[in-house]
Nanobody, 114 residues
Framework: QVQLVESGGGLVQPGGSLRLSCAAS????????MSWYRQAPGKERELLAT????????SYKDTVKGRFTISRDNAKSTVSLRMNSLKPEDTAVYLC???????WGQGTQVTVSS
């Protein structure tokens, strides 16, 4: 059974940083591209970043490019999202996703507020 477990969310002040992690199990992690999404209340879920199976290729939504960095550790079956210069509009539930298999984690809440 595939499981994705996110962690690292919390309350942070504007301009601050957080590092989210997603631990995967039940799949051959190194075979799949991984993505981070977020969903704010009343808004559609949006794709933020994707990393290829090897970690060699990444892509980002324009609004987070330069502030967020996605990375993965295939030896540990984890994918991370480093978020810098956080803004109140980054407040959302952040979820990791295996696009090829359709699995989602339960999400971790990020709140950016002073």
């Amino acid at each position: 059974q595939v499981q994705l477990v996110e962690s690292g969310g919390g309350l942070v002040q504007p301009g601050g940083s957080l590092r989210l992690s997603c631990a995967a199990s039940g799949l051959l992690f190194s075979r799949y591209a991984m993505s981070w999404y977020r969903q704010a209340p009343g808004k559609e879920r949006e794709l933020l970043a994707t990393v290829s199976s090897t970690g060699g290729t990444t892509s980002y939504k324009d609004t987070v490019k330069g502030r967020f960095t996605i990375s993965r550790d295939n030896a540990k079956s984890t994918v991370s999202l480093r978020m810098n210069s956080l803004k109140p509009e980054d407040t959302a539930v952040y979820l990791c996703h295996v696009r090829q298999l359709g699995y989602w984690g339960q999400g971790t809440q990020v709140t950016v507020s002073s």
